[in-house]
């Protein structure tokens, strides 16, 4: 086990927003940060460069669409350090909408990877979380937008304060099955593969942060979601507003909450400020 025994954990952190943050982490957490990366060369470089600055963060393989994959990094953090303190969630896809790729495909190829991905990762990585410990889902302010475009009966269910994990995991399956059909907008879903993941990743964090504070509310474990703004990365394009390292400022805002923090926890966050849902 390290004898350093904190740890922070970022996924898809070789590039953009997650190399930021990861960035940020080894500066400002006073412990080890694990760089995660589905391809180990461009992860093992990233690290490399943040050494080159003279930071320490260590590598692990971690593709989120993976379960075995998922699990090695289980076993390794429970190995290393018994546990874990922060778990930032930022690995995720995006198809430009000007792809030929039929939408269907789009939506079940980001589906699994942004909120299945996900959705894994946490059920295999929650139960390590330490007293006190953060967890960050990166979402998108698209996930706003989808949701003002969904019917209302949609609307009310993804607001609902009661949505279990298993009625959110088959509505959006229900949504990928409708994008097959071709019946998605004729259902009330929004044209928007990207915007529905990201609102599964918004709600599921809504439900993980209800389950802690019922199962372990003196732990003092704040969950929320987060939007780090239109990036220039290669998702964001080079229109974007914000640098990376803007980019990271929320998601490493949340991460390293105070210990007596009370809040924010279970609420969707931009720019530091919590959106209503």
């Not at 979380?129 to 706003?144: D, K, Q, T």
Request: overall charge neutral; proline content about 5%.
């Amino acid at each position: 086990m390290s004898s350093c025994n904190r740890v922070a954990l970022v996924t898809g952190a070789n590039k953009g927003v997650g190399f930021a943050i990861a960035r940020d982490l080894c500066r400002l957490f006073s412990g080890d940060v694990v760089l995660t990366a589905r391809d180990e060369a461009r992860g093992r470089a990233a690290v490399q460069q943040l050494q080159a600055e003279g930071l320490s963060p260590r590598f692990h393989q971690l593709d989120i669409t993976d379960l075995q994959s998922i699990r090695a990094l289980r076993d390794f953090l429970r190995r290393e350090y018994g546990g874990l303190d922060v778990l930032v969630n930022n690995a995720a896809v995006y198809m430009d909408s000007a792809e030929t790729t039929p939408f269907h495909i789009r939506a079940e190829v980001i589906m699994k990877t942004n909120f299945h991905g996900t959705r894994d990762v946490c059920t295999e990585l929650l139960p390590l979380m330490r007293p006190g410990g953060r967890v960050v889902n990166v979402s998108s302010m698209e996930c706003l937008r989808a949701l003002k475009l969904c019917s209302p009966e949609l609307q009310q269910k993804f607001r609902s304060e009661t949505i279990t994990e298993e009625e959110l995991v088959g509505l959006m399956k229900k949504f990928v099955e409708d994008a097959k059909k071709g019946v998605h907008q004729k259902e009330g879903w929004p044209d928007t593969a990207y915007g529905v993941t990201k609102m599964g990743v918004t709600v599921l964090s809504r439900i993980q942060a209800r389950h802690l504070r019922e199962q372990r509310g003196g732990d003092k474990i704040l969950l929320n979601a987060c939007c780090p703004g239109w990036v220039r990365t290669d998702m964001g394009g080079p229109k974007a507003h914000k640098s990376p390292e803007e980019g990271a400022e929320t998601p490493v805002y949340l991460a390293l909450l105070p210990p007596d923090a009370e809040g924010p926890h279970g609420q969707f966050l931009m720019d530091k400020k919590v959106e209503q849902w």
